[in-house]
């Protein structure tokens, strides 16, 4: 079973800062893919940026970047140069590329709140 | 392209009553998957199709069930409604590959009174 904790419930950062949201994973399976996305009040889910499990260099989506550390487990997600728009909640989910399972495991989400 | 559409985008419903929700996925995408979130659970999976088949279910009550058609375009109904079927209802879409990124579309807000 896959298992995704993101551990901070809520962030603050000033605006045009850099911000790190933590999220580590629980997998046994080799390959899988993990995914970060972003839902503003609105509801929609927006991805943002994909690493896969192979992948040597760490995945990087303008403003996005994600620090994969495969033996700690961890895909943090950093925003650099915040800007107001950031201001949303982010859910990291992974799902496993071998099986024949399709479905996003996701975990409890941060809350980013961008201060002018 | 068009993204992901859901219709309809806010739905009130009463104890009993049966819902059905709408999915259209991004153009030549065959794949559609639906999540549920709620404050409590977070986001949970309940189907994903492909081609008209349903290939992966969460665990969910039979009380869900969902469909997609030859164009791609998906459904999802439940009957018998709960309060506790209140949620945000979400559909996402991808190409073909276990690989593929999901697309989400911007949710169906379902009230159950």
């Known amino acids: 079973a896959q298992k995704i904790t993101q551990t901070q419930p809520g962030m603050f950062v000033q605006e045009k800062e850099a911000v790190t949201l933590d999220c580590t994973y629980d997998t046994s399976d080799q390959s899988y893919g993990l995914f970060w996305y972003k839902q503003p009040s609105s509801g929609e889910m927006i991805f943002l940026i994909y690493?896969?499990?192979?992948?040597?260099q760490n995945a990087t989506e303008g403003r996005y970047s994600l620090n994969f550390q495969k033996a700690r487990k961890s895909a943090n997600l950093v925003i650099s140069a915040s800007q107001l728009g950031d201001s949303a909640m982010y859910f990291c989910a992974m799902r496993d590329a071998r099986s024949n399972d399709y479905k996003l495991s996701f975990g409890a989400g941060t809350t980013v709140t961008v201060r002018a | 392209k068009a993204g992901v559409t859901q219709t309809p985008r806010y739905l009130i419903k009463t104890r009993g009553q049966q819902v059905t929700l709408s999915c259209s996925p991004i153009?030549?995408?065959?794949?559609v998957s639906w999540y549920q979130q709620t404050p409590g659970q977070g986001l949970q999976f309940l189907f994903e199709?492909?081609?008209?088949?349903?290939?992966n279910k969460g665990n969910f009550p039979g009380r869900f069930s969902g469909r997609q058609f030859s164009n791609s375009r998906s459904e999802m109904n439940v009957s018998t409604l709960e309060l506790g079927d209140s949620a945000l209802y979400l559909c996402?879409?991808?190409?073909?590959?276990?690989?593929?990124?999901?697309?989400f579309g911007p949710g169906t807000r379902l009230t159950v009174l």
């Open positions: 153009s030549g995408h065959r794949s």
């Open positions: 199709y492909f081609s008209e088949t349903q290939r």
């Open positions: 996402a879409s991808s190409p073909e590959k276990i690989s593929d990124t999901q697309y």
């Open positions: 690493q896969g499990s192979y992948d040597e």
